[in-house]
């Protein structure tokens, strides 16, 4: 018999909250984005410490956290960036397990760090399964609650998988990560990078770069040194994936995140590896960043390294 959904209240609902989960994958060849939580990592952590499934959904709160009022008893975890959780004005530790008693108040208060934290909940965050997801994607309306971000007197369900979560369970404070407002991404050639001068990977490289205000879920768009393209910038759009880094006519680099389009028609100088995603995912409007450029070979083992590392952490609790 399924446990009896527990019910949380949106009394605020921040600046930007979604439901989130791990993505739609396999739809792209159809047109559908994969979206999914920015950071992959931290949702990931988030629902470890709770027993949930990698794949359960939670929430994902950008720069502004929402205000939750708990109707019934419910642990949860909040991973990410810190953005000053408080239960009943009670500072809250984060990447831990904490109980929210029936009746009580998760709010949110200054960003001290990221951009973008993740509220987890012991059995996940109830939603239509959609394409295998339950991730929110504003842009086509699908997923999470009707397709958009929480507003206020929405009602959330969550419990309705099984979760084995431990009261102060935590993630060991030298394992958490620390998001820096200036990080340095490592990235491998892209696939068109022989349509760039010679000299526009070195640019890339050695020059740092400021996130705009254009930027959001669907990709950072950068400032910095130009970088030069051979011949026209467009191509026959082809594929493209979270950490593509598109360059435009205008010379200024485009790098994709989570809720990018399936396919794109400008030239790719080079592509962020896997393991730096949680870095990007943590940046926000006006921080900078700088590029370092590896081969294929070092980014899958750093990625392989990230995931055995992760599973000694906190090995898998579900299917």
Not at 14 to 43: I, K
Not at 204 to 217: F, G, I, K, N, Q
Not at 287 to 292: A, C, E, I
């Amino acid at each position: 018999m399924s446990p009896k959904p527990s019910i949380i209240h949106v009394l605020r609902p921040g600046l930007f909250t979604t439901v989130q989960d791990l993505g739609r994958l396999g739809y792209q060849r159809f047109g559908v984005s994969v979206s999914g939580a920015m950071d992959p990592w931290a949702l990931t952590v988030g629902n470890r410490l709770l027993g949930n499934p990698d794949h359960a959904a939670g929430l994902e709160l950008t720069l502004q956290g929402p205000e939750l009022l708990f109707e019934h008893r419910l642990s949860i975890a909040v991973t990410g960036a810190d953005l000053s959780p408080t239960r009943d004005g009670v500072a809250l530790p984060m990447w831990t397990v904490v109980t929210m008693p029936a009746g009580s108040r998760l709010q949110f208060g200054t960003r001290r760090q990221g951009t973008r934290a993740y509220l987890t909940i012991a059995g996940g965050i109830e939603a239509p399964l959609l394409l295998e997801s339950r991730s929110t994607h504003v842009q086509s309306g699908l997923g999470g609650l009707a397709g958009r971000p929480l507003k206020k007197n929405d009602t959330l369900a969550g419990g309705g998988l099984s979760g084995r979560c431990c009261e102060g369970r935590t993630l060991a404070q030298s394992s958490r990560p620390q998001y820096l407002t200036s990080p340095t991404l490592r990235v491998i050639p892209g696939p068109q990078v022989g349509r760039f001068t010679e000299a526009a990977l070195h640019l890339l490289a050695m020059s740092p770069y400021r996130v705009t205000s254009e930027s959001d879920r669907m990709g950072y768009r950068l400032e910095g040194a130009e970088l030069p393209h051979r011949g026209p910038a467009d191509i026959i759009s082809e594929a493209v994936s979270a950490g593509s880094i598109q360059v435009p006519p205008n010379r200024q680099p485009i790098l994709l995140m989570a809720d990018c389009q399936p396919t794109g028609g400008y030239t790719k100088l080079a592509t962020m590896i896997r393991a730096d995603r949680s870095l990007a995912a943590q940046l926000g409007p006006g921080d900078s960043l700088s590029f370092v450029v590896i081969s294929a070979k070092e980014a899958s083992a750093l990625f392989r390294s990230l995931h055995a590392e992760l599973e000694r952490l906190l090995p898998p609790q579900g299917p």
